[in-house]
């Protein structure tokens, strides 16, 4: 698997706690979306780690394919 499995094609908003370790599914294959649940165990990829510095919503990436993870940028329009 060279390319990630979409997982949706739409962002997936989260509220998410300051300093608080998050990792971001870039494989596509969890069943926790957005996060990780070690599913890219059989993939090239590796989740991303992700520590905020202050509570605030953010916009996970959901196609897997932003230019800017683990945050969605509107890829998810163009495929």
């Keep these: 698997m060279n390319k990630p499995n979409i997982a949706q094609k739409k962002s997936i908003p989260i509220d998410v706690e300051k300093n608080k370790i998050y990792y971001w599914c870039k494989c ?3 069943k926790k979306q957005p996060f990780c649940d070690g599913s890219h165990k059989t993939t090239v990829f590796k989740p991303i780690k992700y520590i905020p510095e202050q509570n605030k919503r953010v916009f996970f990436c959901g196609c897997k394919y932003s230019l800017k993870p683990p945050f969605c ?3 998810h329009k163009k495929i």
Excluded: A, K, V
């Design 28 to 30: 596509g294959l969890s």
């Design 73 to 75: 940028d509107g890829t």
